[in-house]
């Protein structure tokens, strides 16, 4: 089967993939032993820290996945197994063991207003995410039982909680359950308040999805101060630019405290 598999791929496609998981491993290995931000970077063939922890968070999380279920890539296939990849951890180290990508997420470590953090970053989610979320790390609930609970397939339960654990891991709303809603807002508040003239801020792509930074920079909106003079309606209506992308841009500008332009009434 596996020689089946195999054939394929080239050689030459077959030794990419295995320089990949030397690089990675070699990465890893630098993390363990204290390397820097920037001798990560420059491992990872990466323009950043933060391109290289993100690639190295995937592996992370991949890894604990082999670890709880190791015979499927991501979910189990037996819908009375549980969502939960950390399932031997209490809540709330469970979520974030499985949104951070870690094996364990020491008490200590935990912020004292995770509960505010929580409820602020499942309000960003759909409906049928945050109850997915909710019933599969804080009431551990198969995934039958989810299905059964909001009239779905388990197929599609699996496939809402993938994509609810990909809107946590972006960077906009990890921040908040890595140090807490207070001071993840203190700090994004800081950070706006340093620059002279914070309405010229570029858009970073760290804070939104490539999509929803694409289409605005396709749109001319390229600083904060270019959202703000834009209507809600004008910029739901940007190309290619759908309903989530929009509740991802208004998250990211409520971090900051900012609003988009009134509706001519």
Not at 38 to 46: H, I, T
Not at 53 to 63: C, M, N, R, Y
Not at 197 to 208: A, N
Request: glycine share 4%; net charge negative.
């Amino acid at each position: 089967m596996e020689r089946k598999i195999l054939k394929k791929f080239t050689d030459e496609e077959i030794q990419i993939a295995i320089d990949d998981l030397h690089l990675k491993a070699k990465a890893l290995e630098m993390v363990l032993n204290g390397a820097s931000g920037k001798e990560l970077a420059a491992q990872m063939q990466k323009p950043s820290y933060w391109n290289a922890s993100e690639v190295l968070s995937t592996v992370i999380i991949k890894a604990n996945q082999a670890v709880y279920h190791p015979d499927k890539d991501n979910y189990p296939a037996d819908s009375n197994h549980t969502l939960d990849m950390c399932r031997k951890l209490p809540y709330p180290e469970n979520l974030l063991a499985d949104v951070l990508g870690s094996a364990d997420v020491p008490t200590e470590c935990i912020p004292s207003d995770i509960d505010e953090a929580i409820e602020y970053v499942f309000s960003k989610l759909t409906k049928n995410e945050q109850i997915v979320m909710q019933s599969a790390y804080h009431e551990n609930m198969t995934i039958a039982d989810i299905a059964e609970k909001i009239e779905r397939t388990c197929s599609t339960v699996r496939e809402i909680h993938r994509r609810a654990l990909q809107k946590l891991r972006n960077p906009k709303l990890r921040g908040y359950l890595e140090n807490g809603y207070t001071r993840e807002a203190e700090l994004r508040k800081k950070r706006f308040e340093m620059t002279s003239d914070p309405f010229s801020l570029p858009l970073d792509s760290r804070e939104l999805s490539v999509r929803s930074y694409n289409c605005l920079y396709r749109a001319g909106v390229h600083t904060l101060g270019d959202l703000t003079k834009r209507t809600r309606s004008n910029v739901a209506k940007i190309r290619n630019l759908g309903f989530y992308s929009l509740m991802e841009i208004e998250g990211m500008m409520d971090s900051y405290g900012i609003s988009f332009a009134q509706e001519d009434s």
